[in-house]
């Protein structure tokens, strides 16, 4: 029986050799996965990824093993901090590991004696290699004060919307900015595709996004360049009470059609 169970793990380990690696081991990977990943919980690790000065100090690495499981809204119970080499490590992998969002799962198997484990490495070495690529050892916020606590804040209840901040060129609008940089798919154009792709993602407090989760795609490279046009923008987070916070949005990219930075018209989702 033993032996039968343990077939149903899959195990996703990311590391390009530059970022902090990660391992995630699921119980099954049908029912239990990030929304837009393991290669998007890289992306977001690079960004937002930061070494705890003081393990900094005492030259302290290690692996923090974290065991959990996934309710069918993809919310993590029963989380459990199984090994760790020091308190620093584990807060950063806990801060890191509850930006994570999960799919959600009408039905999701649980065995009671089995979690899913998620493990993250605390490298030196690969450390300095990220904060030289990235060009930032810690992150700089836009606005502070920043909320802390890790929730995220539905697009429609922040009372300061995020606001777009494009790397090249100057903008009038989100919609001028997709006008102006999208690389109309050249399948699409021969098949006259029209429409809209919806990308859901969460603007961090440092204005980075994370957990990209396409919501409605489109064929002929569509969605492949909703997603390239997505995150070459970073942005002024939302704000709650004078406070920055996680702000969880849809954005629609229009081929054909107009875009919708700020797409609201979606059934509540997320954490």
Known sequence: MTKLLIAFFFVFTVSNGIAQSVSYKAYSKEYSEP?????????????????????????????VRLYFQLNTNGIPVDLKVISSPAD?????????????QWTKQEYRPIHMSLRDEFVMQFSLKKWVKLY???????????VTPIDSSGKVYFIKA??????????????NNFNHYIARKMRYPETAVKLNLKGTVLV????EPSGQISNLEVRKSMNGGCTQEALRLIK????????????????????????GMSSNAFYENYGSTGN
């Open 200 to 203: 859901a993602f969460v603007i």
């Open 158 to 171: 922040v009372k300061t919307k995020p606001i777009p901040v494009f790397k090249d060129g100057e903008y």
């Open 35 to 63: 929304v837009g990943g393991m290669k998007d919980v890289e992306l977001m690790i690079s960004k937002e990824f930061q070494y705890p000065l003081e393990a900094i100090k005492k030259e302290i690495e290690g692996d």
């Open 232 to 255: 070459e923008v970073t942005w002024i987070p939302g704000q709650q009470d004078s406070v920055a916070v996680r702000t969880q949005m849809i954005t629609s990219i229009g081929f």
């Open 132 to 142: 030289k690529k990235r060009d930032y050892q810690y992150i700089t916020y836009p």
């Open 88 to 100: 620093e490590l584990t807060e950063e992998a806990l801060r890191i590991f509850k930006k994570i």
